[in-house]
């Protein structure tokens, strides 16, 4: 893994970093942070290594981890009870606990330290560069690191000499829209204005998105650092961090480095000695997807109802409390003190042509590893998947990835060598969005994905328009109809029309994008939607009124794993029989599918 | 001036106009749901797409949401744009409940209108439709959510325009739900306007629930009486029986929107009880015989004791053709000359409002809206005046500052500074504000420390009770369009001059300050006009009727038992007279006492004018013939099964063709009473409206302030003979009594209404938390106290934001406050205590 820390990560002195985010921290980090203290100091190894809680590095399915740096032992699936032996035969004989390390999924051999895995190896990790790393509540921890080097430049510089700097780099907003950060800066900067306002998006509503999550667990000053560069910018000197109340420890760890910052007298009056005054509120928002869009969440801060509203007036000529604002996402603003301490041509040199520095995934799905990943612009969806997510399971084939969440869209196999970056995904169909990437293999139904995703924007629709409201509702009946082999292809034809109408009359992109996965698979797996309407048959034995529940004996190799997965005993199987469902008995709860490797149940 | 093509028409428009508005300008009327002219865009519904076809915005767009621009090229009918339209036609409908015969919207649903117009017809949706619970929202209105198309008005006007939280969206998705948190009557005094806001039925009039077809419904423009302000109004009537009050558009006094006092407060019109039958000693006669018989003892009175022997009274909910016929006859028969307030006090503050207001300074309520900075003094607007509260909510919203000085506990549906001034320093504090206004249009610059102590020690304040006046005084200097509201109810005669002065150097390096007084009752201006002078005020006149020398009394739409203080002495002089002559619409106390009583029609039943607190003329149409409503006169059942060729109860005539009536009767020619008109009547009475005459009357009624010099306007009151009703405080441990008016409850036509009724709270006592722990008062305890006239009983309310040393009591209906024997009142400590001590 290349991480662009700012300042090289320090040699001296031992170091047992404990991830304690939020993945980690649900199974016992805290227990293992405090038996490792006990442990290092019973074992009279407290002066030799320094225990260290640090933020998450990426690969939450392996936690909770504990990395001995250097040389960068990897542990996995920590526990407790582990702790003793990991200091005893790691720290004091030298040698490695087996048990602990991370097996490669292709070698099937034990991989000793990170720097060889699989997973982190291709990365390239800027935002990303101190989480796993530093202490995120400690500010020296952060300083150590480079931290508060690019603000100290900034301030040397004019607010338009920052924001030439950004326009060098290529950044584009890593919100959803892409839009360009330091054009987006310079409109503000020069909009007329006593007061101005910044806002740093931490709302990630995306299901299954938790990248912003990660940053400002595991690295809150850089998401500080790069906020008070852009205030001093666009010559905002109110600031707010609009941070979603299901992520507590974020919120905590915001607080925590606020406060921190502020007795260093780098936020408040006069920051770094310069005459520039800057100060950060969070405020917390209540979950709501549609707060995430920007005049939605403005409202909000406002203590209004969380509902868009048009542009223009754009936030940059009239945002929060009607003055001028700057809005950018959390894993933007983590790019920026980067940016600025090693120049925007430095960034520029990472990506494609269009589509500069890297992106963060989030990836999830029919894959070996889920996790966060940061790659740079360009690199191609299998390597992503095969390479770094480790394949599939169950040598199953790959399907299609969703990219960008609800708003995004698939891309289907035949695409699977395409170069991630923002054109190219738009190209065929789908997004960048916020990061959410979601693997899918021949389990999966694709009428059944775009009915998850349009049965959450379905339900998180401000409720404003018409069409965001009522027409994807329709859609959803349409959609289930479907599934539910209920449907004719004039619903087909119907659900196709109503999309149209859907994006075309919504006010916000919540609306505006909401069809995108019904679009998306319609257009790659049209065959998949025939078959429910036509065969009244779901290809991938995922829509439950479909499904027949009956064993394909042509098909069935009289394996028995699917007698042994069912619950209920409702399979019977002897050797060399095909197997039987008891109609009576099964509940329909799909384990023998997914037990079957066959295909052979129908 | 953009100049824009809609339909192929050309127009020009102001900047800033919207499409949808500048299409309205040609008379094309873009369909649409969230999109109100007083609540502004939203962009919600979606229903006003357009197809924007060349120009500077390209493609289908909201027309709400787009300013018309040069160069536009816009269709409505452009393909695009009605198939969109009918989407969301149809999309709104797939809900509705289809409920429309027994829906009151029915006949006024836009949503009915809109359906038509988006041509949907035909329902293509098999799904289920979205349900919900309605709530119960109080007496006023009822809450059917299932008809409910989402367009926020009700939430916009509730929240944002109006300022109160309890009812607005909750949920999201196909959830969103307009209600409140829990069942519950509405908060707001105005939450009547929801069910001329809301396009379709979700909320309707509650008391009028199922009482006609819109489409059956006779309906007029009206105007308001029930407070100064003079809000513009639709009655409907059905069946000889007003059905319910609807806001009327006023581009200058109320905008869209109405009170729920002037909306619910109308049911005295049509009460069981109200008299119809003229009166006299000998029982029940008509209408003739009971004028032939008051004349014949006027003429009697006039003859044995002088025509100085018989005095009339009029009241402020007049017409101004009664109140010129009232003077008129009285000069024409030598008689006193007319009064029109119970408290002689009030009659001359009024008189010295009126004449205070000239062209220059009286400002109307649009122009209170757009004021940037807002003294109010002695005024308690939600209470006196509701919709005055309203306008300033506007400015507020545009982000006046707002300062109200007065010493009773003041709410407004947003942030104000309140300077609980006493009303005998209220002068201090005004004149303290105006020389800090002289300063600064000196620009000699300003010492605010300096300035700001004079104005607490003028007010009587500890600082600390001056909650940010430096910010306040700063807004004022700096405000460019300041407006100076003063009461009369509560306030010193001398206050009145005093805001006057304040608008007055506020005017000084400004374009404009206004002033406006709100003024006791719906033609408060018209007696004012009719300047009285010559009047001795009502407690003389009892003394005259109490020495013999008054021995005739003519009572016109007045109730002075309802009004007087100290009722047990108005009860016995009363008793002396030897004719006592009610005119009414109202059973009220003292035509019951009346030896003739004649029945008059309400302004719903006979054309009428009244003059609102700015001097606005108005013209209140009839909106039907009178006549006992059809549910009584058929004791319920319908239709009647007796057929008559007259109408039951159609006796009563409008007071001022009784009074003219009268006249002739007493030998005055017809053409000096009715046969002058009414235009001439007024011009008659009122020279300064002389010039009035001729002239058609305009929807928005005539402003009759003159332009020049206010005192040759109107004379206000003359120089006080001796006694002075200043209402210094006396010297020792005093409370002084307010007695002050509430939304619902105290106003004397709104209080019979039985809907109202149900709303109104109990009354209770306020003094300040201080004063309440000196005497070991507590919240909720019961007060007596007691007086000359009686004792009154209250429970008690503390505050502490008020002023110290007063005593607030409403006038309400169920207090004894008749038992005060006079205003002002200062009653000393120990004639207030707890009840069980
Ligand atoms: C429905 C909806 C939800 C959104 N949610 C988020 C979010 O959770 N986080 C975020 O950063 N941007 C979100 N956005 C995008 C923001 O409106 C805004 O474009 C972004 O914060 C700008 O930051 P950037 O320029 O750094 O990308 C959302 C947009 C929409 C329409
Ligand atoms: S598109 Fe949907 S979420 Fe966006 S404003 Fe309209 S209703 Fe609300
Ligand atoms: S209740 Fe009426 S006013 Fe409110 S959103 Fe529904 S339709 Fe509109
Ligand atoms: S009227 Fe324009 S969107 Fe509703």
């Known amino acids: ?602 | 001036m953009p100049r824009l093509i809609i339909d192929e028409r050309e127009i020009e428009v102001p900047p800033g106009t919207k499409v949808i508005d500048a299409a309205e300008r040609l008379g094309i009327l873009i369909p649409r749901f969230c999109y109100h002219e007083g609540l502004g865009a939203v962009g919600a519904c979606r229903m006003c797409a357009v197809q924007f076809v060349e120009g500077p915005v390209k493609g289908l767009q909201m027309s709400c949401m787009v300013d018309a621009q040069d160069g536009m090229v816009v269709s409505t009918s452009h393909e695009e744009a009605v198939e969109f339209r009918r989407f969301i036609i149809e999309c709104l409908m797939l809900n509705h409940p289809h409920d429309c015969p027994v829906c009151d919207e029915g006949g006024q649903c836009l949503l009915q209108d809109e359906t038509v117009s988006g041509g949907h017809g035909l329902r293509r949706y098999q799904g289920k439709k979205r349900t919900y619970r309605d709530q119960y929202l109080g007496e006023l209105i009822a809450h059917e959510m299932n008809r409910c198309i989402h367009c926020y008005r009700c939430s916009r006007f509730y929240q944002e325009f109006s300022g109160y939280r309890d009812l607005g969206p909750l949920q999201i998705a196909n959830r969103v739900f307009y209600g409140r948190f829990k069942d519950g009557p509405l908060e707001s005094p105005f939450s009547g306007n929801l069910v001329d806001i809301c396009p379709t039925g979700v909320y309707t009039d509650k008391p009028s629930r199922y009482k006609a077809r819109r489409w059956d419904l006779q309906r007029t423009p009206s105007v308001c009486i029930h407070c100064s302000l003079g809000c513009n109004t639709v009655a409907n009537a059905r069946y000889r029986e007003v059905v319910r009050v609807e806001a009327r558009f006023s581009g200058e006094v109320n905008g869209h929107f109405i009170c729920d006092r002037g909306r619910f407060g109308f049911p005295y019109t049509n009460l069981p009880g109200r008299p119809r039958t003229a009166r006299t000693a000998g029982g029940e006669c008509s209408q003739g015989e009971a004028v032939a018989a008051a004349a014949e003892k006027l003429r009697e009175i006039s003859s044995t004791f002088g025509p100085q022997a018989v005095a009339c009274f009029g009241s402020s909910r007049n017409s101004l053709e009664t109140q010129c016929m009232l003077k008129r006859i009285c000069r024409l028969q030598g008689w006193q000359v007319p009064g029109f307030f119970v408290d002689p006090a009030l009659e001359r503050r009024v008189r010295a409002a009126v004449s205070l207001l000239d062209a220059s300074a009286g400002v109307s309520m649009r122009e209170v809206e757009r004021a940037d900075c807002v003294v109010a003094a002695g005024v308690d607007p939600v209470n006196e005046a509701p919709m005055l509260a309203l306008a300033m909510r506007q400015a507020f919203r545009r982000g006046a500052e707002i300062l109200v000085a007065d010493p009773r506990p003041i709410f407004l549906p947003f942030p104000f500074i309140h300077v609980p001034v006493s009303m005998e320093r209220m002068d201090s504090f005004l004149e303290g504000l105006a020389r800090l206004a002289g300063e600064s249009s000196d620009g000699t610059g300003v010492r605010e420390a300096d300035l700001l102590s004079q104005i607490v020690q003028n007010g009587g304040l500890a600082s600390s009770d001056l909650p940010l006046p430096v910010s306040f005084c700063r807004a004022l200097f700096g405000s460019q369009n300041p407006v100076v509201l003063c009461g009369t109810e509560c306030v010193r005669e001398s206050t009145l001059p005093a805001a006057a002065a304040l608008a007055r150097d506020l005017r000084k390096g400004r374009d404009r300050a206004g002033l406006l007084y709100v003024l006791p009752g719906a033609n408060a201006f018209g007696a004012g006009l009719l300047n009285s002078q010559g009047h001795p005020g009502f407690s003389r006149l009892l003394e005259s009727v109490e020495s013999g020398s008054v021995r005739a009394l003519i009572v016109t739409e007045s109730d002075p038992l309802n009004d007087f203080c100290h009722r047990d002495r108005l009860l016995g002089t009363l008793g002396k007279l030897d004719l006592l002559v009610v005119m009414d619409f109202l059973d009220s106390e003292t035509a019951r006492m009346a030896h003739v009583f004649l029945p008059t029609t309400t302004h719903f039943e006979s054309g009428s004018c009244f003059v609102n607190h700015e001097g606005r003329l108005q013209y209140a149409e009839a909106v039907h013939h009178g006549g006992i409503p059809i549910e009584q006169a058929g004791g319920g059942s319908h239709p009647p099964r007796v057929y008559r060729g007259d109408i039951p109860g159609e006796g009563p005539k409008a007071a001022w063709v009784i009074l003219a009536e009268l006249g002739r009767t007493l030998g005055i020619p017809d053409r000096d009473l009715l046969g002058l008109g009414p235009w001439s009547l007024i011009g008659e009475e009122i020279p300064s409206l002389k010039r009035l005459e001729g002239t058609v009357f305009p929807p928005e009624g005539i402003r009759i302030l003159s332009d020049g010099d206010p005192v040759q306007w109107v004379q206000g009151p003359e120089a006080r003979d001796g006694e002075d009703d200043r209402g210094a405080v006396p010297p020792g441990d005093f409370f002084e009594i307010l007695l002050t008016h509430w939304t619902f409850g105290t106003e004397e036509l709104s209080s019979r209404s039985g809907p109202l009724q149900k709303v109104e709270k109990e009354p209770y006592g306020m003094m300040h938390s201080d004063d309440a722990r000196v005497l070991g008062f507590s919240e909720g305890d019961r007060i007596v106290l007691s007086l000359e006239g009686g004792q009154i009983r209250f429970r008690l309310s503390v505050a502490d934001r008020m002023g110290r040393g007063v005593l607030v009591l409403p006038r309400h209906r169920k207090l004894a406050w008749r038992n005060i024997p006079e205003m002002p009142c200062f009653v000393p400590r120990d004639r207030i205590r707890r009840e069980d001590s």
């Open chain 1, 1 to 602: 893994m290349h991480t662009e820390t700012i300042s090289p990560l320090p040699a001296k002195g031992r170091q047992l970093l404990v991830c304690r985010g939020t993945g980690c921290e649900s199974q016992k980090a805290n227990l293992i942070f405090g038996a490792l203290k006990d442990e290092i100091f019973k074992a009279g190894l407290a002066d030799d290594y320094k225990v260290k809680f640090t933020g998450c590095h990426g690969l939450c399915q392996m936690g909770p981890t504990v990395i001995v740096q250097p040389p960068g032992t990897f542990y996995c699936n920590v526990a407790p009870e582990d702790v003793a032996e990991i200091v005893k035969v790691d720290l004091v004989e030298g040698g490695k606990v087996d048990r602990l390390l991370f097996i490669d999924p292709q070698s099937k051999e034990r991989v000793l330290t990170y720097h060889e895995m699989a997973y982190f190896n291709p990365q390239r990790r800027i935002v990303l560069r101190n989480c796993g790393f530093i202490n995120p509540e400690d500010i020296d921890d952060y300083i150590e690191v480079g931290g508060y080097e690019g603000i100290r430049r900034a301030l040397s510089l004019t607010p338009l000499e920052v924001i030439e700097e950004v326009k060098s780099s290529g950044l584009r907003g890593r919100g959803g829209g892409g839009f360009p950060t330091g054009t987006k800066w310079e409109f503000c900067n020069k909009s007329p204005g006593d007061q101005k306002y910044l806002i740093c998006n931490a709302d990630e509503g995306d299901p299954g998105a938790f990248m912003d999550r990660a940053v400002l667990e595991g690295d809150p000053h850089s998401v500080l650092e790069g906020m008070m560069i852009a205030g001093y910018a666009i010559g905002a000197t109110k600031a707010y961090i609009y941070c979603r109340a299901e992520y507590p420890l974020a919120h905590e760890r915001s607080l925590i480095a606020i406060d921190q910052a502020t007795q260093r007298g780098y936020l408040g009056k006069g920051i770094f000695g310069s005459d520039f005054d800057f100060e950060i509120k969070v405020k917390l928002g209540a979950g709501a997807f549609v707060c995430g869009e920007e005049t939605a969440l403005m409202a909000s801060i406002e203590g209004k109802r969380g509902m868009p509203m048009p542009r223009p007036p754009f936030p940059a000529v009239k945002g929060l409390f009607g003055k001028p604002t700057n809005i950018n996402n959390v894993e933007t603003f983590a790019n920026i003190p980067v940016i600025l301490t090693k120049g925007g041509d430095w960034f520029a040199r990472v990506g494609t042509e269009k589509s500069k520095g890297t992106k963060v995934f989030a990836l999830a799905g029919k894959i070996n590893y889920s996790g966060l990943v940061e790659i740079p612009m360009g690199t191609s969806l299998r390597q992503i998947v095969d390479e770094i997510g480790g394949g599939i399971p169950n040598k199953r084939k790959f399907k299609a990835a969703q990219t960008g969440g609800p708003s995004g869209g698939c891309i289907p196999a035949e695409h699977f060598d395409i170069p991630m970056d923002y054109e190219n995904l738009t190209q065929v169909g789908s997004i960048m969005g916020s990061g959410g990437l979601i693997v899918t293999d021949e389990t999966t139904c694709m009428v059944d994905m775009a009915k998850f995703f349009l049965s959450f924007t379905q339900k998180e629709s401000c409720g404003k328009c018409v069409q965001c409201r009522l027409g994807t509702k329709n859609m959803l009946e349409t959609l289930t109809a479907i599934s539910e082999g209920k449907a004719t292809m004039e619903d087909l034809d119907l659900l196709l029309e109503l999309a149209q109408d859907v994006k075309a009359g919504s006010l916000c992109g919540l609306g505006q994008t909401a069809p995108n996965p019904v679009l998306s698979t319609i257009r790659y797996f049209r065959d998949e939607y025939e078959a429910h309407i036509l065969r009244k048959e779901c290809p991938a034995r995922v829509c439950r009124s479909l499904i027949k529940f009956q064993v394909n004996e042509a098909a069935c190799t009289m394996c028995g794993s699917c007698f042994k997965a069912c619950p209920v005993g409702a399979i019977t199987w002897q050797k060399k029989q095909p197997a039987h469902i008891d109609k009576e008995k099964c509940i329909k709860c799909r384990s023998c599918i997914l037990a079957c490797k066959f295909h052979a149940i129908d």
